[in-house]
């Protein structure tokens, strides 16, 4: 009954967005909403099942898309497989993307549950920059502008979570590469390149193999 309930729920979040209505729901499953209630005690207990449930998802995919590529120490390849995965699945997944990386849902603050399942992709992420640092296949040398001593304090503290032993530079550039793969997922997915870009896949591409270049990546 508990995915029953969230597959309804889903339903609704593609016609009407993250304000559910447990009373909705619950008439579409010819349920009384008491009944709901049983379940899930409020519409942001309902949400937040929902998130974390998208998060898990694409989590799931990219650690499918990680493990997949053969040759370990292809480090470019391995990030260049999780950007293509993360956008596959918010294309396939529009609305479960915009209940995680879309605007914030008026009224709803998200709870402790939602935290390990959210950083299963950066994980992922950092974990390519962990084997790369291990295999020499990363440099730390500043680039473009020196990193502020304050961010180096806050990156390093990021690192020790997600990327021990990885240089707070190259966290940085990883960083930004995450925040570009992640706009350039959202512009796409939410029509800002409508009557710009019609090649999406090359350019989704391009940029891609930009970033990694970026981060100091190689095979």
């Known amino acids: 009954m508990t995915e029953e309930?969230?597959?309804?729920?889903?339903?609704?979040?593609?016609?009407?967005?993250?304000?559910?209505?447990?009373?909705?729901?619950?008439?579409?499953?010819?349920?009384?909403?008491?009944?709901?209630?049983?379940?899930?005690?409020?519409r942001d207990d309902l949400l937040?099942?929902?998130?974390?449930?998208?998060?898990?998802?694409?989590?799931?995919?990219?650690?499918k898309a990680d493990a997949e590529v053969p040759k370990r120490r292809?480090?470019?390849g391995r990030w260049l497989a999780v950007a293509r995965a993360v956008r596959e699945w918010a294309l396939k997944r529009p609305?479960?993307?915009?209940?995680?990386?879309?605007?914030?849902?008026?009224?709803?603050?998200?709870?402790?549950?939602?935290v390990a399942p959210a950083t299963r992709v950066v994980a992922v992420l950092g974990a390519i920059l962990v084997d790369a640092t291990a295999a020499g296949a990363l440099s730390a040398a500043e680039h473009h502008l020196r990193l502020p001593a304050?961010?180096?304090t806050e990156l390093h503290r990021i690192a020790q979570a997600i990327a021990p032993g990885v240089d707070e530079r190259v966290l940085g550039r990883a960083m930004m590469a995450w925040t570009e793969l992640l706009g350039a997922v959202s512009f796409?997915?939410?029509?800002?390149?409508?009557?710009?870009?019609?090649?999406?896949?090359?350019?989704?591409?391009?940029?891609?193999?930009?970033?990694?270049?970026?981060?100091?990546?190689?095979?």
């Open 5 to 42: 309930i969230k597959i309804v729920a889903r339903r609704h979040l593609a016609a009407e967005g993250p304000d559910l209505s447990l009373r909705a729901v619950a008439r579409d499953l010819n349920m009384v909403s008491s009944a709901v209630y049983r379940y899930f005690p409020s």
């Open 48 to 63: 937040t099942a929902l998130i974390v449930d998208a998060y898990d998802a694409l989590g799931e995919a990219t650690e």
């Open 74 to 76: 292809d480090f470019l």
């Open 95 to 114: 609305h479960e993307y915009a209940l995680i990386y879309g605007s914030p849902v008026p009224g709803y603050a998200a709870p402790q549950d939602t």
């Open 150 to 152: 304050a961010l180096r």
């Open 188 to 219: 796409e997915l939410f029509g800002h390149f409508t009557n710009v870009f019609d090649e999406r896949d090359a350019w989704f591409e391009y940029q891609m193999r930009s970033l990694v270049l970026f981060i100091g990546l190689t095979y």
